[in-house]
């Protein structure tokens, strides 16, 4: 089994700063890319931010400049800095990994797995 379990989400004012964390654990073989997506009230599951194991990172354009992904492969963490945020940046926020794992038949599987999502509420 696989669980991905987000933290670091709160509230701040305009114009703060949060700093997300992510951490997968399991029977987990390797990661590939880890990623952070949010959605607000009302509208669809957006992608944030995302990262590949060799450190190759692409952002939505609305985060540009003022988000950082980062991960620690040994630890299969990543990590969320925001920095100048914005009341839009209000929404839970969810980390994803694409991973291989052992199933119940020691083969290898390769999945995309969800954490439970942390909610960033930015007051104006």
């Known amino acids: 089994q696989v669980q991905v379990v987000e933290s670091g989400g709160g509230l701040v004012q305009a114009g703060g700063s949060l700093r997300l964390s992510c951490v997968a654990s399991g029977s987990i073989f390797t990661i590939n890319a880890m990623g952070w997506y949010r959605q607000a009230p009302g509208k669809q599951r957006e992608l944030v931010a995302a990262?590949?194991?060799?450190?190759?990172?692409n952002y939505a354009d609305p985060v540009k400049g003022r988000f950082t992904i980062s991960r620690a492969n040994a630890k299969n963490t990543v990590y969320l800095q925001m920095n100048s945020l914005k009341p839009e940046d209000t929404a839970v926020y969810y980390c994803?990994?694409?991973?291989?794992?052992?199933?119940?038949?020691?083969?290898?599987?390769?999945?995309?797995?969800w954490g439970q999502g942390t909610q960033v509420t930015v007051s104006s």
């Open positions: 994803n990994a694409d991973l291989l794992r052992s199933d119940s038949t020691s083969s290898v599987v390769r999945g995309v797995y």
């Open positions: 990262i590949t194991s060799g450190g190759s990172a």
